[in-house]
């Protein structure tokens, strides 16, 4: 059974940074895309950011470009976004996703950048 | 960026009715190798959103057939037919072709 386990969230000031990890079983992680996907308060979804299967190409929102990073360490099976000079806009609930189609997604984890 | 306008923004339906949702893009939403990659998606409440439909028509594992999905170029159309409880939710349209991929507002399905 697919499974994607996002962890990482919670409360941050504005201009801090958070790491998000996604551990992914049920699949062979490295023969897959992953992208995060987010989710602001009662609002609709955005992708955020993509990275290929060997993690050699990524890409991202033109709002988050320069601010976060997605990694992934196949050894581990694990996928990471790494968010840097956080915004009060990017506070929503992140979901990590397999791609090519986000066929499976992950329960989500809530980020909320105050002060 | 690929702006993707759904309507309506509710549809207020019967349980047993047939459900429509519109899904038009800014610009021709096909890819330069011939694909056309426009997905569905249903979030349910308080859950994480579902892959239904991608490749405009072609429905993810166990998505039941009375869902249909068809369009091409820029207008693409979800059909449910025979609404159920469990198909309440919002639905997107979600666009893979032009980066940076977008999705639509979502389409609220309720009950009347």
């Known amino acids: 059974e697919v499974q994607l386990v996002e962890s990482g969230g919670g409360l941050v000031q504005p201009g801090r940074s958070l790491k998000l990890s996604c551990a992914a079983s049920?699949?062979?992680?490295?023969?897959?895309?992953m992208a995060w996907v987010r989710q602001a308060p009662t609002k609709g979804l955005e992708w955020v950011a993509s990275?290929?299967?060997?993690?050699?190409?990524?890409y991202y929102r033109d709002s988050v470009k320069g601010r976060f990073t997605i990694s992934r360490d196949n050894a581990k099976s694990t996928l990471y976004l790494q968010m840097d000079s956080l915004r009060s806009e990017d506070t929503a609930t992140y979901y990590c996703?397999?791609?090519?189609?986000?066929?499976?997604w992950g329960q989500g984890v809530m980020v909320t950048v105050s002060s | 960026d690929v702006v993707l306008t759904q309507t309506p923004v509710a549809q207020p339906v019967t349980l047993g009715d047939q459900a429509s949702i519109s899904c038009r893009s800014s610009q021709s939403l096909v890819h330069s190798n011939g694909n056309t990659y426009l997905e569905w998606y249903l979030q349910k409440p308080g859950q994480s959103p579902q892959l239904l439909i991608y490749?405009?028509?072609n429905r993810f594992s166990g998505v039941p057939d009375r869902f249909i999905g068809s369009g091409s170029g820029s207008d693409f159309t979800l059909k449910i037919s025979r609404v159920e409880p469990e198909d309440l939710g919002v639905y997107y349209c979600?666009?893979?072709?032009?980066?940076?991929?977008?999705f639509g507002a979502g389409t609220k399905l309720e009950l009347k």
């Open positions: 049920g699949f062979t992680f490295s023969n897959y895309y």
């Open positions: 979600f666009q893979a072709t032009h980066d940076p991929y977008t």
């Open positions: 990275i290929t299967n060997s993690g050699g190409s990524t």
């Open positions: 490749k405009v028509s």
């Open positions: 996703t397999r791609t090519l189609y986000f066929d499976y």
